[in-house]
């Protein structure tokens, strides 16, 4: 009986590792994915400020407030869209678990 015991508790263990092991394994994942978008973002800030430069020197061409006007209603749609997403993912997640 106690043999019983002992190999219950070593493959509880061994449950226990391979649980740690694939959650070690995601989180380097996402610490890959961390550092991909970190540099995404840093060339993403480089280019609008490139791009505010150029337009701040055409300003006879261009209307910098209708630029910047554009861009900030272009963030609100990004955001939109993301939590549109998000709202479909939890909407799938929750059929899937029913």
């Known amino acids: ?29 996402l610490k890959e994915e ?7 973002l840093q060339r993403a800030e480089t280019e609008a400020k490139v791009l505010w430069e150029e337009v701040r020197g055409q300003e006879s061409k261009v209307d910098a407030d209708y630029v910047q006007e554009r861009v ?21 997640l929750l059929s899937n678990k029913y």
Do not use: H
């Open 72 to 92: 900030l209603l272009q963030r609100e749609v990004d955001k939109l869209r993301l939590l549109l997403v998000e709202r479909e993912d939890e909407r799938l």
């Open 34 to 40: 961390v550092s991909l978008l970190k540099r995404s």
């Open 1 to 29: 009986q106690n043999e019983k015991l002992l190999q219950d508790v070593v493959k509880q263990q061994e449950e226990k590792m391979l649980q740690l092991i694939d959650k070690s394994g995601e989180v380097t994942m």
